[in-house]
DNA sequence: GTTAGTGCAAACCTTTTGCAGCTCT
DNA sequence: AGAGCTGCAAAAGGTTTGCACTAAC
């Protein structure tokens, strides 16, 4: 694999396949979605443990501005930090479980039929989508219901929850 | 206005209304749209010189986690800060201009459908959604083009992606 | 009077930058 | 050979936290 789709993508800019950037982009191709900076680097250090955590950065911005990566959110389900995928596949958006923070690929024409709509609509060409969906998985609704139940028979006024129902004041 | 629907909502759930949040909750609710921490604190302190900026993020976390306001990313358009609206409208995605910065938003069905896709392909609960369209409107496109133009003639190895801009070497 | 909320300072986390030396082409 | 890339250290940007004081209820 001296030339996958990337690094040949790469090769043709003039840009320098050094070992660093073999190892990163090897790791990103391969390990599948959804990778913050810090998990990267964690991992290229295994391999390299000279490789510095700036060199993660540095690369990450290079195949940002280069398309080859796209950067998620993933509504900071678990900090601010950001998350990387290789832009190779088809449009999706992500469901995050806030709960378990399980995230999941949505494939559906009404994906593309937004984006056909804006660009009619605007007159916008577009360059990026980020479709990002919050919410409780279908594991998690019913454990959610339990922790709900506990707690309103526990505090008297606990915290309002992120958004349906707020538990009965007791006075 | 003693108590508008935000302010109410606070009320209910027992939440102080203090000076500094009601300065905070009529900026967010009437200066339109996409305001981050920083411009709402500068706003604010016009206000009320003493108020601060910690009390702005503390605040900003209260609505979000009561599911008052939205936060938003706008895809980074202008640096890591979020950006807040209040969630009292429709469900609606953000087209950002990439070039000029320019917000529109965007209201249609396929959002919808989108969301009840969701909801029915993994018995989702769906507690929020963010979509975000990147690219260039249709006022930067032609300037967009002009500046392309104006690369190509002088670099050696112009490139075909839209994101790079990779200005001309001088040596 | 209680307790939540505020201001201040300092910490924190993620990401970026300056610079000297190294390495890919 | 030389520009581009890396590592290191340090800074920056955005946000959060600890604590004593203040103010809303």
New binding site residues.
């Given amino acids: 694999m001296a030339t996958s789709g990337t690094k040949g993508s790469l090769?043709e800019r003039g840009?320098?396949?050094?070992?660093?950037?073999e190892i990163l982009l090897e790791l990103i191709d391969q390990s599948g979605k959804h990778l913050?900076?810090?998990s990267l680097f964690q991992m290229a250090q295994k391999r390299?443990p000279?490789?510095?955590?700036?060199?993660v950065?540095?690369?990450?911005?290079l195949l940002k501005k280069g398309g080859l990566v796209d950067e998620l959110d993933l509504l900071h389900y678990d900090?601010?930090?950001?998350y990387y995928e290789t832009r190779t596949k088809q449009e999706h958006a992500h469901i995050i479980c806030l709960r378990c923070g399980k995230v999941e690929e949505y494939f559906g024409d009404s994906l593309q039929k937004l984006r056909r709509q804006v660009e009619e609509h605007f007159g916008f060409q577009i360059l990026l989508t980020r479709t990002e969906v919050g919410g409780y998985c279908s594991h998690c609704q019913a454990l959610r219901a339990r922790e709900l139940a506990a707690a309103a028979e526990a505090a008297a006024v606990p915290l309002p929850e992120p958004k349906d129902k707020r538990p009965a004041r007791k006075v």
Same sequence: chains 1, 2.
Avoid: C, P, S, W
């Avoid at 840009?15 to 950037?21: D, E, G, K, V």
């Fill in positions: 090769r840009i320098r396949l050094t070992r660093q950037r913050d900076a810090e390299d000279k490789l510095n955590r700036v060199t950065y540095r690369t990450l911005k900090g601010d930090q950001h």
